[in-house]
């Protein structure tokens, strides 16, 4: 009896040890200067500092958390103002190293969800610093309009290729919490994950794995708001696929107003932009292309800059040598086309067929063009 017993309180300590709340992060970070490491949670309400320590001599430290869920969440260890994403349950023991950049070299072992966030992160920031590389050379240097349109063309490829991999990552590990992480994550100047409405089957397939592997986790209810948001946006755009779109009134540089009811007839791109936007010479570049691809055969390109900087407006519009119709009403963010449009970010679009029917929103790259194509 006596032994049943004791083989049954071993089993049950076993058990225990195994749904151990604790967590202990040791690590070393050599190659930067910085001495100070942060350990941040991250919930789907508000992020807060909740440990830091000092690298010893060696750049060795060690941090511990207490009472942490069996659902993995979200932490960060911040080195040198970088953040390395973590996804921690109760009772991992996780090891992180790094020497040079952190993002680009850490290594973690420990922890099978934040091992697929390295894997995720590391082939992400590749393609979003050399996206904001491209930015900047754009932005900062005088070249020429095909020196400009060579380094467009490369901004867009780096982009889909990226956004290609973030895709496949998102399908390939749907089940895991590391795909919730990924779902969130935008390049330089995007606001979508990919292509606007088609977003949500994304989100779709990783809320309903979720609800298999993960039926626990905090970050299912934040999904499911999510998909009713997009699902809202959805049906509120076919209902303004259903009638006219909304009539633009509004002048150019010189002052002529130009009506986008005018363009019936033709296929339209009615673009939302600003010119305080650092983009802006990338987005046109990739617009001039499909421009003088498909403006012979009745395809036409309205612009609407949600500005309120005059100069700047003007200045933008002459440098980068817009050639198709670019109007201003001045008022940036208080201007009635938002609402009437439901613009929610810069840059946005809309594609409008023959019959002045809206068709597609949100699309550039080769998606724009094989719809434009379709309607021509």
């Known amino acids: 009896m006596n032994r049943i017993l004791f083989v049954a309180v071993a089993v049950l300590m076993a058990f225990s040890s195994c749904q151990s709340s604790k967590v202990n992060i040791t690590g070393r970070f050599v190659g930067l200067d910085a001495n100070m490491v942060y350990l941040e949670q991250s919930t789907p309400l508000e992020q807060a ?54 993002l680009r070299n850490y290594e973690v072992e420990g922890s099978t969800e934040s091992q697929l966030l390295q894997q995720f992160t590391r082939k992400y920031i590749e393609g979003a610093m050399a996206m904001n590389d491209i930015i900047s050379k754009i932005s900062a240097s ?37 795909a919730v992480y990924a779902l969130h994550q935008r390049l330089p100047n995007e606001s979508r994950l990919f292509n606007g409405n088609s977003d949500i089957v994304y989100y779709r397939t990783v809320a309903e794995s979720l ?91 309205y612009q609407v800059a949600i500005d309120t900087e005059k100069a700047l407006w003007i200045n933008a519009v002459q440098e980068q040598k817009l050639p198709w119709i670019s109007v201003c009403d001045l008022l940036g963010k208080a201007s009635p086309v938002i609402g009437s449009y439901n613009v929610q970010k810069l840059p946005a679009n809309y594609l409008i067929d023959r019959k002045g029917n809206i068709v597609s929103k949100d699309l550039d790259g080769d998606k724009l063009d094989s719809e434009i194509k379709k309607l021509i």
Do not use: C
């Open 49 to 102: 500092i909740i440990d830091s320590v000092k690298l010893d001599e060696n750049g060795g430290f060690k941090l511990q958390i207490a009472d942490v869920a069996q659902t993995p969440s979200l932490y960060y260890v911040s080195y040198n103002n970088e953040r390395i994403p973590l996804l921690i349950a109760g009772g991992d023991n996780i090891s992180l190293s790094s020497a040079g950049n952190v």
């Open 211 to 301: 609800e298999e592997s993960y039926p626990e986790s905090p970050y299912l209810p934040v999904l499911r708001s999510q998909i009713a948001r997009m699902d809202a946006q959805i049906n509120l755009l076919s209902q303004v696929t259903e009638s006219d779109f909304p009539e633009i009134d509004m002048p150019d540089m010189f002052g002529k107003r130009h009506q986008l009811s005018s363009l019936t007839g033709k296929v339209i791109l009615l673009q939302f932009w600003s010119a305080e936007v650092g983009n802006s010479n990338v987005l046109n570049a990739d617009l001039k292309e499909v421009y003088e691809k498909y403006r012979e055969q009745g395809f036409e390109i």
């Open 142 to 178: 005088e070249m020429s309009l095909e020196q400009r349109t060579e380094l467009a063309k490369e901004y867009t490829r780096i982009k889909h290729e990226t956004q290609r991999f973030q895709l496949g990552f998102i399908i390939e590990n749907k089940s895991n919490i590391a």
